[in-house]
């Protein structure tokens, strides 16, 4: 990749090719233009032949004048014979107008006016200015975007040749196959040549950085407004792997360039050879990986063929980019999932028109139409057709249609040619109705015979009806077939020969099919507030705090209702709760929350399906003002944290998966009367040779439980030794010189490489390592090195060196049920874990520290006969018995059970032999800085400084290198938190720092 000096630029604005803007919005000015050098010839379409012109022909000569804010030109536009045509003029102020040399005076209607050649084509000529003001667009400063139309344009579809001047040090974009740049006397000239019919485009201008890398014969360029290279890299690399990967579906790539422009205003949105992405979401890791692939395939289906009176487009485009995006990273069916739920929260589970009437998106609804349900018809389409078949039809279309107009009703007949049959009423049912199928289900009967059981059932759907291939799971005790229903009319009655009892029947509980949701497949989503205006309630004296949330909701169209008492009716409809907790609600709403910031939480509202209650505490006006600014961001959560102006804490919510139907209900629980007090579950696990306690790592009462379970131990007269997972077994000796007294706390820290290697506060652990201690218990460290962890969690045990193979305990990789088990959890955080981007690779470590442990514990109590061992680790490594206890139970030790130290944890059969619910406690005082820091050759650089931290309040600012503290050379970010650790509350700690060129020394008191 390379990169030019300083150069002019290219502007912003919102566009479309036909009405083409991708499922994200926001923007400021990125060019990325991409000269296709290695695509086969195309036939123009609509190209001028002796006989006449298909479309119209557009020449444009503009001059830019920065100082007046203006722009004026001409316009030559050669019109094709015999057809009307409609002149776009918007805000522009026209000059003379003439139709073949003779002057005219147009009938201007809504910004526009028609022209019609008889006989022959004739040359309309147009004299225009306007200053900016007037058009629609942004202009900052040297920066500009101007929206169509910045010259007088035809209507639909056209060829176009611009001639640009501008001042010499800007530079300018807009659409074009082929740019012509020179400079002359203070100004720079620009050509853009469009060779294809196409619909007109924004012009940007400004200053801009650039970088470009050559591709074959072509050339990516990208232009920003600041250097950032390693923006560039991410951008550069994943346009040219999209724009192949596309290719190789569709055919070769309809034009000769392809620009991706950073505008100031929130966009994103395609034209031919351009893509416009706003600025302010530019860097957010979702953009390149879905958004751009978004607009760069709109080139084929949008601004290459376009769509004809209705935009099938989006939801086309949307199915090949983002959803396929969402599989291949194994997020398949939470996406279709959330495409549905959208539909049901903002339009309430109806359509506002036919999908064959969506233009664009103009809220949250159409988008959900148009985008949403648009996928899904192109989805459910390739299942009936099939793969093949659905692909051949996608290339005739980008390779044979491109350049011309194509309606739903062409794509129609495209696709049943291809697939063999007719699908004129697939398109019927799904594009050219409103609505989607209701499907229910109930069962006949279920009976025993001698070879297995006989189920009958009755799949049904409320009119109007759909021909749908529904799937159909039955499950029962550890297995599940999957059967498909063929359903056309109200109901369909079928039977099922099964060899093993059934306990449920889950209709499409992987959403293959676009359907009205049952209420329980809905969880209470804060979208709901939009969608179905109710009542809030509030106390009188509070209206002050709450007062920005309280308009917003007015101008939804909610009732307030200011209370002197808690007594809250509860109504069939959203009922939004101001921090006013009705005792007749306190039980379903939280008990405690924190004291500073804003807490929200949504509830369904039992009265009515479809409604939600809306719980909200907050502690200043300023959070309120944060939750309003934020909300529609966070429409699929039910619960929201706010601090310091920011989302702290979000959780999405689930619900069930696909229509549930129980053949055989079984309800677990336990008396109450029976729950065990701590002593009792003391007894019960005390003479187990191995007692392993899973902790969640950052919670104090785990620990403090932790330590009174081993003193209670010791107490009793035990031999106890102490295996835990939070130090590796290289730096054994450490933890022997510690409990022996030969080290103290800091040289232990120091010699194990604490925070280096393990992340979680020390001042949690501390109270168990000083009782061990004091006691004298032998303290083994279990977990596996770093060094080998983080190398098979980038390349697989496959990659270790002999040597390094060597180090490895025996390791069984083929529990298939704990492969499961922790494929969930890999799924549910996956962006979260960065470490490991193959899943076999995080299933590789998992199993290398649950073997590396048990290992451990296993060769020190085969030494030492006499002992017992309690091993504290994370819950993960003890839950169901997957981890630590079934590799000690393989190499022979039996005597083993497990406790859970839980805090949300759900009750299942065989997560553990016993879960406590420890009650909160505050953790200790540790002392914190409030910066996030990088280390760099020049020390430790402060990448940001928390608002109100003691850092901030010392005077610490972003850019700044902390070199050293107390007079101690920091060389990591583990020698600043090794001091901090022994600072108390009330204690300073003096920094050396270099800001710019100054060395400063500043006194940090916590």
């Not at 094709?80 to 002149?87: A, C, D, H, I």
């Not at 019960?684 to 306690?693: N, P, S």
Request: overall charge positive.
């Amino acid at each position: 990749m390379r990169r030019e000096k300083r150069c002019p630029p290219s502007g912003s604005v919102k566009v479309r090719c036909w009405q083409a803007t991708s499922t994200f919005i926001s923007g400021a000015l990125l060019g990325l233009i991409f000269l296709w050098g290695l695509v086969a010839p195309l036939k123009r379409a609509g190209a001028s032949t002796e006989t006449g012109l298909e479309y119209p022909h557009v020449a444009v000569n503009l001059s830019l004048d920065l100082r007046e804010k203006a722009l004026s030109g001409r316009v030559r536009i050669l019109l094709p014979q015999g057809k009307v045509v409609w002149v776009h003029t918007g805000g522009l102020v026209l000059g003379r107008v003439l139709l073949g040399g003779r002057a005219i005076r147009p009938e201007i209607e809504r910004d526009r006016f028609r022209v019609l050649t008889v006989g022959r084509a004739e040359t309309l000529e147009i004299y225009f200015r306007a200053p900016f003001s007037l058009l629609k667009g942004t202009f900052q400063g040297k920066n500009g975007v101007l929206l169509p139309p910045w010259f007088p344009y035809p209507e639909g579809l056209a060829f176009y040749d611009i001639r640009l001047s501008l001042p010499r040090a800007l530079r300018a974009v807009t659409a074009a196959e082929k740019i012509e740049s020179r400079v002359r006397k203070g100004r720079r000239f620009y050509r853009f040549v469009l060779e294809h019919p196409v619909t007109v485009a924004p012009l940007l201008f400004g200053r801009y950085e650039y970088y470009y890398r050559k591709w074959g014969r072509g050339v990516v360029s990208l232009y920003l407004l600041s250097p950032d290279p390693d923006l560039a890299h991410t951008y550069l690399d994943r346009a040219l792997e999209v724009l192949s990967r596309y290719q190789e579906l569709l055919g070769p790539y309809p034009y000769g360039r392809l620009s991706i422009a950073e505008v100031p205003e929130e966009v994103g949105e395609a034209y031919p050879t351009m893509i416009l992405l706003g600025s302010r979401v530019l860097r957010l890791p979702f953009i390149p990986r879905i958004s751009l692939p978004h607009e760069i395939l709109h080139q084929w289906f949008g601004c290459g063929v376009f769509p004809a009176r209705a935009n099938w487009s989006e939801g086309l485009v949307t199915y090949l980019a983002d959803w396929r995006e969402e599989e291949r990273e194994g997020r398949g069916l939470e996406y279709r999932k959330d495409l549905q739920l959208s539909h049901e929260s903002w339009c309430r589970g109806r359509d506002p028109f036919p999908l064959a009437e969506f233009q664009e998106r103009r809220d949250r609804c159409t988008q959900a139409l148009g985008y949403g349900k648009g996928a899904y018809v192109f989805y459910m389409l390739e299942q009936k057709m099939g793969k093949k078949a659905f692909h051949g039809a996608l290339q005739e279309l980008a390779q044979t249609r491109v350049f011309q107009e194509v309606s739903w009703r062409d794509l129609a007949a495209l696709f049943s040619r291809w697939a063999g049959k007719d699908l004129s009423g697939f398109f019927e049912e799904w594009v050219f109705r409103k609505g989607k199928p209701r499907l229910g289900i109930t069962r006949n009967f279920l009976l025993e015979k001698k070879n297995g059981y006989h189920l009958g059932l009755t799949l049904y759907q409320e009119p109007p009806f759909y021909h749908l291939r529904v799937p159909l799971v039955v499950r029962g005790k550890d297995w599940q077939r999957t059967f498909y229903v063929e359903l056309s009319g109200p109901q369909k009655v079928f039977d099922l020969t099964l060899e093993h009892r059934p306990e449920e029947v889950l209709v499409d509980p992987e959403y293959r099919l676009w359907r009205k949701l049952a209420d329980y497949e809905i969880p209470p989503l804060l979208g709901f507030l939009w969608s179905y205006p109710g009542r809030v309630y509030l106390y009188r004296e509070d209206w002050p705090l709450y007062q920005p949330f309280v308009h917003f909701l007015r101008r939804l169209g909610y009732v307030v209702s200011p209370r002197k008492d808690t007594r809250v009716p509860l109504d069939a409809e959203n009922i939004v709760l101001l921090g006013l907790k009705p005792a007749g609600l306190a039980f379903v709403l939280p008990k405690k929350t924190p004291t500073q910031g804003l807490y929200l939480r949504a509830l369904k509202n039992p009265a009515r399906p479809g409604r939600i209650l809306v719980w909200v505490k907050a502690s200043n006006r300023e959070e309120v003002r944060t939750l309003v600014s934020k909300l529609k961001h966070y429409w699929r959560s039910d619960s929201l944290f706010l601090r310091d102006r920011r989302v702290v804490e979000h959780h999405l919510s689930r619900a069930q998966q696909g229509l549930h139907l129980y053949l055989r209900s079984e309800v677990s629980g336990l008396p109450v009367k029976d729950l065990l007090p701590f002593e009792d579950i003391l007894r019960r696990v005390a003479l187990y040779r191995v007692i392993l306690v899973g902790e969640e790592h950052d919670r104090y009462e785990h620990h403090l439980t932790q330590l009174r379970l081993l003193r209670a131990l010791v107490k009793s007269g035990h031999r106890v030794a102490l295996g835990l997972e939070m130090f590796e077994w290289p730096f054994q000796q450490a933890l022997d010189d510690f409990v022996a007294g030969r080290i103290d706390e800091k040289a232990l820290l120091e010699r194990t490489e604490y925070f280096k290697r393990w992340r979680f506060d020390w001042k949690l652990y501390r109270p168990i390592l000083l009782y061990a201690r004091k006691k004298g218990l032998p303290v083994v460290a279990l977990n596996a090195p770093s060094e080998l962890v983080k190398k098979v969690s980038r390349e697989g045990l496959s990659h270790l060196s002999p040597e390094e193979k060597a180090e490895l305990p025996q390791m069984d990789l083929h529990q298939e049920a704990y492969r499961a088990f922790l494929w969930k959890i890999y799924k549910k955080h996956r962006e979260r874990m960065r470490d490991f981007p193959d899943f076999e690779n995080f299933y590789q470590v998992q199993i290398l520290w649950d073997e590396t442990m048990a290992e451990r514990a296993w060769k020190w109590l085969k030494a030492h006969p006499d002992y017992q061992m309690v091993i504290l680790c994370g819950k993960g490594h003890v839950a169901f018995g997957y981890g630590i206890p079934s590799r000690l139970r393989r190499r022979g030790i039996s005597s083993v059970t497990s406790i859970v130290l839980a805090s949300q944890d759900q009750l299942r059969p065989g997560y553990a032999d016993f879960i406590l619910y420890p009650e909160s406690v505050p953790a200790p005082f540790t002392a914190r800085l409030g910066v996030w820091l990088k280390e760099t050759p020049k020390g430790l650089k402060v990448v940001q400084v928390k608002k109100g931290s003691a850092a901030d309040k010392a005077g610490i600012r972003s850019g700044d290198y902390l070199l050293a503290a107390d007079g101690k050379r920091l060389s990591s970010v583990a020698d600043l938190r090794l001091l901090l650790t022994f600072k108390r509350k009330g204690d300073s700690l003096l920094l050396t720092l270099k800001r710019g060129s100054r060395r400063l020394k500043l006194k940090v008191t916590f």
